[in-house]
């Protein structure tokens, strides 16, 4: 199969300014493909089109990157038919953005920069961070590891019990487990706690795949309702927690925010409070005693560093109303990114604007790039 390599000459003449080339990235084959569109809209927004020369890529929820000039547009609109096939390849060391038809590859320009807004599966989870690193791109948010660490509750809670990060009781269970023997999981899961008892599948976000069970009869549905999600479900202690996110900004050196806190709606804070019924009511910031908010802030610093975190996280704590005692829920590499969204809504009481925070987490992406490139990489003896 021949593959015709041509290169447009318009990138030359884009060169010639000084904008930086950002191929910003949104939709995804993810359960929160909707929520990264409304991300995407509030940073193509803020982009300041002096700096950058931004280029639109959707990716369809089969998997499909599409771009276009009004690419974003587009995908709210679901009429896919004016774009054309994308994908980011490298030549030589440097990530092109290329689109596609049949065999016919058209070089769009090269890419300094990439910011996917992407939210859950294949978009936060380590394996498009993949093939940027791969392609030699610089990109926003956390690598790999950071990425798929933070996207696994069970794993990033064994990292963060091993740093003396507190979280609730839990274990692990398998797909396997659960179909194999209902009974016995059951029996096992027992064993964390007392009821109420949270289920979930290890991997997803937005409160998809979540229960609470308050018997073994609930236990059982929500064991096979998590084991449809994902292969791997983990279960833990259910308190009645208050919910408090921090927001953390940096690479080696990170910073954070106050704590900020979210009253939900519903029993616990699930997809429809999160997405449908509006904005749910936030405290920032959260009113806590002066210690235990440093204690949250110091936390959010390690949880972040342990994970190899990097451009930004949200670190979400539950607080037991009952104990008052604090625990690490979970850590999230590309939290919710829409101007009202607690991540940058946190920046801006810390005095930092949506369009500074999108400048700063641009800089980051450089910054780490730029860090990552003095590794060696051939060894000679
Ligand atoms: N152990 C728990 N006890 C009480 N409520 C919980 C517990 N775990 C999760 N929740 C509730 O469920 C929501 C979603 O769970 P979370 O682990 O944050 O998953 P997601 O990645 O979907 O946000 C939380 O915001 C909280 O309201
Ligand atoms: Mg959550």
Redesign the pocket.
């Known amino acids: 199969m021949s593959v015709l390599f041509l290169r447009s000459n318009c990138w030359v003449n884009l060169k010639m300014t000084d904008k930086l080339n950002l191929v910003l990235i949104f939709g995804g084959r993810s359960g929160e493909h909707a929520v990264s569109l409304r991300s995407a809209q509030s940073v193509l927004a803020a982009l300041d089109e002096t700096k950058y020369q931004v280029f639109q890529v959707g990716i369809t929820t089969e998997g499909l990157w599409l771009y276009g000039a009004n690419a974003h547009q587009a995908f709210r609109d679901g009429s896919f038919e004016l774009l054309q096939e994308a994908l980011i390849l490298s030549d030589d060391g440097k990530p092109y953005l290329y689109t596609r038809e049949g065999n016919h590859l058209e070089s769009i320009t090269p890419i300094d920069v990439i910011f996917p807004v992407l939210h859950g599966t294949f978009g936060e989870d380590g394996t498009i961070q993949g093939l940027f690193e791969i392609q030699n791109c610089a990109y926003v948010g956390a690598g790999v590891l950071g990425s798929s660490v933070a996207m696994d ?1 069970a794993v990033c809670k064994h990292v963060m019990r091993s740093i003396g990060v507190p979280v ?1 009781e839990y274990a692990v269970f398998s797909r396997r487990e659960v179909q194999a023997d209902l009974a016995e999981t059951i029996a096992s899961a027992e064993q964390v706690a007392p009821y109420p008892l ?1 289920v ?1 599948p290890a991997n ?5 795949g ?1 229960s609470k069970a308050r018997n073994r009869e609930e236990l059982a549905s929500a064991l096979q309702l998590a084991a449809r999600f994902d292969r791997r479900i983990l279960v ?4 009645s ?1 208050r ?1 408090i996110e921090i927001s953390v900004l940096g690479n080696t050196e990170a910073q954070c925010t106050v704590p900020g806190e979210i009253v ?1 709606g519903d029993e ?2 699930t997809y429809k409070d999160k997405y449908q019924s509006g904005d749910p009511e936030v405290a920032i910031p959260a009113p806590l005693p002066e210690a235990q908010t440093a204690l949250l802030q110091q936390y959010a610093i390690d949880a972040f560093k342990a994970v190899d975190g990097a451009g930004l996280a949200r670190v ?1 704590f ?1 607080i037991d109303k009952v104990s008052g005692e604090v625990y690490f ?2 850590i999230n590499t590309m939290p919710g990114f829409t101007e009202i969204s607690m991540y940058p809504k946190l920046w801006l009481y810390s005095g930092l604007s949506y369009t500074e925070l999108v400048n700063r987490l641009i800089e980051l992406a450089l910054e780490r790039k730029a860090e990552q490139d003095e590794t060696i990489r051939k060894f000679e003896e």
Do not use: A, H, T
């Not at 833990?236 to 308190?239: K, S, T, V």
């Open positions: 509750k609730l949270f979930k997803l976000g937005s409160s998809v979540i833990e202690r259910g308190i927690p919910e939900p616990f804070y979400d539950l829920n979970e």
